[in-house]
C-alpha cells in the first residue's frame, strides 16, 4: 500500500512496521503535523527568548496576565477510569520484556516511556508502538535469548499512561511535505490512533504523561492537538488524559496556568524533580553564584527551591481537583547485593514517605522490587481513600523569591563531584547511542533527565570558573578533558568503546554556545 500524499517513510521497514505505520495512520499524522507544525515552531522560539532574557538578567515570576486564572474558581475533570487510585507508577522503556515486566509489577501505572528513559532510535519507535498495541490487546510475549519466556498475567493490569517525546525533539524518519515530523505528535499519533479505542473498550482511555512544558502556551497546543484527535476518531471532548510534568523552572511559575489549559483533559502534575534541576541550571547558567547548584548528589527534595517547588505543586493540584503525582527516587535495588539492596530501599521509603505525607497522591519507582515499597507507604497514609485530594494545604503559601532560592541550597562543588559528573555523563551517552535510554550507573538510575543535570552542571561550573572546595582548583576545559581521559580509563581496558560518548559530552558539557538538549546532537548521530 503507499503512503498518503506527501509522507515519506526514511527508516527500514522491518517484520510487522506495516501494522504501525498504515496508510490511514500516517495520514492521521500528516494532518496532526499539518495543523500545529507552525504553532510548535513558534513555541520553540519563544522558548529561545525566554532564555535569552534570563541569560540577560532577567527573573521568572508568577504571570501578572494570567492573575485571573489563579484567582478564579474552576477544577479540572475528575479522574477517568483507571486513573483514581495512581498510589504507585512504575516508569520505564517499551521493548517487550519491560514492557510485560512492569505490567506485571502490580502496579496501579505503567508510565510507558518515549521520553527520558529512550533512546528514539527508529527501531524504538515503532517497535515501542508495537508493544504497547500488542499489550493493550493482551497477546504481547517475548523469550529472552537464553530462552526464558514472558507473557502477561491474567486479571487486572496497571494502567498504561504514555509519554511522548517532548515539542523540541523531531522525528527524521516520518517526513511530511518534506519536512521532519514532531517527535511528539509522532509519539503520541501511533498510540492515539491504535490504541485509544482498544483502551476504552476495557475500561480505561488514552492517557498521557507530558514532559518538558515550559509554558501554559506549550499546555495549550497540546490540548489543541486532544481536540483535533477526539474528533477525527469520533471520541468525545475529554476522552483522553494528560499528566503534565512540572520539570521546567519556568513552568513551576505556571502550574495554575497549565492545568487551566487543559482542564477538560487533565489528570493533574507530576513533580519531575531532574528535569527540574536541569532546568535550573540552564536556565540561569550564565548567572554565577546566585544560581550555581553543589555536588549533584548533595541537591536533595530538602533544598529550600525543591520544597518550595513541591509544596507549591501539590497546593496547585489540590486546589483544583488534580492529582499530584511524586517523582523518582535514583537508587536502584539489587538482586546481586544486599547491602545494596537494602540501601536503595530505605532511601527510597525515605521519599516516598515525605511525599506521601506532603500530600501526594502517589509516586513513581523505576524498578519492579521498589512497587511494594511505594505501595507499602502510600498504603499507611491513604488506607482505603484511592486519593488525598482533600487535603487542600491550604496553609502552604510559595512566592516567587521562595522557588528561585537556588543559592541557598547546601552543599560543597568537589572534584569527586565533577569527576561523578563526567564519568556518569559519558556511561549514559555511550548507553544511548547504542539504544539504551535508561541504565544504571553507580547503582542509580541514570536517564537523559540526569544525564542533562551532569552535563550542564559542568558547563555551568567551567563558564563561572568555580574554584572547587576540595582541591583548590578551577574548573577548566584542561581539568575536564584530564579527568574524562581518567574516568574512562578506569571503566576498563578499551577506552575507544567510550570515544564516540567522549566526544559528545565534551560537545555538550564545555563547548561554549551551550546546546539546549544533549538528546539533539546525539539525535543526530544515529542512523
Ligand atoms: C527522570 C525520569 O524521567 S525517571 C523515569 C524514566 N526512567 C526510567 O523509567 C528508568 C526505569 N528503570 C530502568 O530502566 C531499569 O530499572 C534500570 C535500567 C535503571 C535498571 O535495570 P536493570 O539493570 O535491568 O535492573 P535489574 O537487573 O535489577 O532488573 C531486574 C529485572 O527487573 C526488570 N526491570 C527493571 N526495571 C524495570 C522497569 N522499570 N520496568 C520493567 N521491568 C524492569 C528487568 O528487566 C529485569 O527483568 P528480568 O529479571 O526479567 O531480566
Ligand atoms: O521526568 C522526570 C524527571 O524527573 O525528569
Ligand atoms: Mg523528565
Known sequence: MSNPAGVEIIGPLHDRYDEILTPDALAFLAELHRTFEQRRRALLVGRAERGAALAGGG???FLPG????RDGEWRVADPAPGLVDRRVEITGPTDAKMTINALNSGAKVWLADHEDANTPRWENVI?????????VARTLEFTSPEGRRYRLNDGELPTIVVRPRGWHLTEKHILVDGERSSGSLVDFGLYFFHCAKAQLARGSGPYFYL???ESHLEARLWNDVFVLAQQRLGLPLGTIRATVLIETFPAAFEMEEILYELRAHSAGLNAGRWDFMF?????FRTRGRDFLLPDRNAVTMTAPFMRAYTELLVRTCHKRGAHAIGGMAAFIPSRRDP???EAAIAKVRDDKRREATDGFDGSWVAHPDLVPVCREVFDAVLGERPHQLDRTRDEVRVTAAQLLAVADTPGRTTEAGLRNAVSVGIQYLASWLRGSGAVAVFNLMEDAATAEISRSQVWQWLHNDVVLDDTGDKVTRELVERIADEEIARLGPDPARYAEARALFMEVAVADDFVDFLTLPAYERMA
Open 279 to 283: 532546568s535550573v541550571i540552564k536556565k
Open 66 to 69: 494570567t492573575r485571573n486564572i
Open 59 to 61: 527573573l521568572l515570576d
Open 339 to 341: 547491602e545494596v539492596n
Open 211 to 213: 514532559p518538558k512544558l
Open 127 to 135: 517497535e515501542g508502538q508495537l508493544n504497547l498495541r500488542d499489550a
